[in-house]
């Protein structure tokens, strides 16, 4: 079993930066893809970004590219998200994931995923 926390959403204004942290218990995850999805008030979960397992594949939703950064550090079986350049349309619900069916390829489909925490909310104010 694999228990993800999810850590440093909150309220920020347009143009502001916040860094989420996942952190993973019950597993190691240092040989898994992992990835962070988010899901807005009625809207379908979305793809944001995914990480290899040594962090040499990174993949980006297009609304987000150049504007937010996925890393991991495997000693602290944790995965990051910096979030820079907020804008309005960020605001959602964001949810780590990890997928235990690979580790050098990552992939945006959420079905993919195997363990998900339970999120944190991200507010952009305009």
């Known amino acids: 079993q694999v228990q993800l926390v999810e850590s440093g959403g909150g309220l920020v204004q347009a143009g502001g930066s916040l860094r989420l942290s996942c952190a993973a218990s019950g597993r190691t995850l240092s040989s898994y893809g992992m990835g962070w999805f988010r899901q807005a008030p009625g809207k379908e979960r979305e793809f944001v970004a995914a990480?290899?397992?040594?962090?040499?594949?990174?993949l980006y939703a297009d609304s987000v590219k150049g504007r937010f950064t996925i890393s991991r550090e495997n000693a602290k079986n944790t995965v990051y998200l910096q979030m820079n350049s907020l804008k309005p349309e960020d605001t959602a619900v964001y949810y780590c994931?990890?997928?235990?069916?690979?580790?050098?390829?990552?992939?945006?489909?959420?079905?993919?995923?195997?363990?998900w925490g339970q999120g944190t909310q991200v507010t952009v104010s305009s």
């Open positions: 990480i290899s397992w040594r962090g040499r594949s990174t």
């Open positions: 994931a990890v997928d235990l069916g690979r580790g050098l390829t990552v992939t945006t489909t959420p079905g993919s995923y195997d363990y």
